[in-house]
């Protein structure tokens, strides 16, 4: 799941969540952090229940996975994606 927490300056405050239990290895990869999931390890939340990623976006259109154990893996809370150069599938989400 991805959504806006609060803007500020020209800039959005975004939360990524990723739903598992706790012993896993989550990260985020995308666009905005050259598709490296070593720049945005998530932490687990048992408050929440599962792995969250807050990242400072601008507006625009960004790609991104959930890399958990390893596999990289849609966002199955977000139903919008498109085609990649790879054959598979990338979460798509855009800040107006």
Known sequence: MVEIISKKNGSFDVRFF????AGHSVALAGMFNDWDPARNEMAY??????????IT???G???YKMVVDGQWLL???NKDFVSNDFG?????????
Not at 18 to 21: H, Q, V
Request: net charge negative; proline share 6%.
């Open 18 to 21: 990723y739903p598992a239990p």
């Open 45 to 54: 939340s048992a408050k929440d229940g599962g792995y969250i990623c807050k």
């Open 57 to 59: 976006l601008s507006a």
């Open 61 to 63: 259109v960004y790609e």
């Open 75 to 77: 966002d199955e809370s």
């Open 88 to 96: 598979t599938l990338n979460s798509i989400f855009e800040i107006k």
